[in-house]
């Protein structure tokens, strides 16, 4: 007589264990592969974006033959704190430059507008300060370029 032998199919809850377990550790590496990823790519964004506006800077008073704040006809972009000041500050800086530069309209990557104060020519008593150009938060990422517009009168 042949013995019937039940025979189940499917897996046992130890290979299975081992397939989760494994899946687990791929998790994980992707997850610490991924980490990161995103804010580098934020701040090289903003390095670009803050290359090309110091560039179209310079383009912009050497045509303008005026200081940045000649350029914006502002003296502190920042200080007005609106998109408005902003997006004519940029319109006027690409005019002067003869550039295009809507795209930096729409924020830096963390979604706020660029810092641009213009402050050479801008006090009597000391014309000669710096101007200057950041993003907002700028000590709160990593590897920002610290841009530096030099002096266009002064020395």
Same mark, same amino acid.
């Given at each position: 007589?042949?013995?019937?032998?039940?025979?189940?199919?499917?897996?046992?809850?130890?290979?299975?264990?081992i397939v989760i377990v494994v899946i687990a550790i791929l998790a994980a590496i992707v997850i610490v592969a991924y980490n990161g990823v995103?804010?580098?790519?934020?701040?090289?964004?903003?390095?670009?974006?803050l290359t090309t506006l110091i560039k179209a800077i310079y383009v912009a008073r050497l045509n /303008?033959?005026? $200081?940045?704040?000649?350029? =914006?006809? /502002?003296?502190? $972009?920042?200080?007005?704190? =609106?998109?408005?000041?902003?997006?004519?500050?940029i319109d006027r800086i690409g005019t002067a430059a003869g550039v295009n530069l809507s795209a930096?309209?729409?924020?830096?990557?963390?979604?706020?507008?660029?810092v641009i104060d213009e402050n050479e020519g801008e006090q009597v008593a000391n014309p000669c300060i710096l101007d200057s150009?950041?993003?907002?938060?700028?000590a709160t990422h990593s590897g920002l370029i610290t841009p530096r517009i030099e002096f266009y009168n002064c020395s």
């Open positions: 007589m042949v013995k019937n032998k039940k025979r189940s199919h499917g897996f046992t809850i130890v290979e299975l264990l995103q804010e580098r790519s934020r701040v090289q964004r903003a390095n670009t974006d /303008s033959n005026t $200081t940045l704040m000649g350029v =914006t006809g /502002s003296g502190c $972009t920042r200080c007005a704190g =609106t998109q408005a000041a902003y997006n004519q500050a930096l309209k729409a924020n830096d990557p963390w979604g706020n507008m660029y150009l950041t993003v907002a938060n700028a």
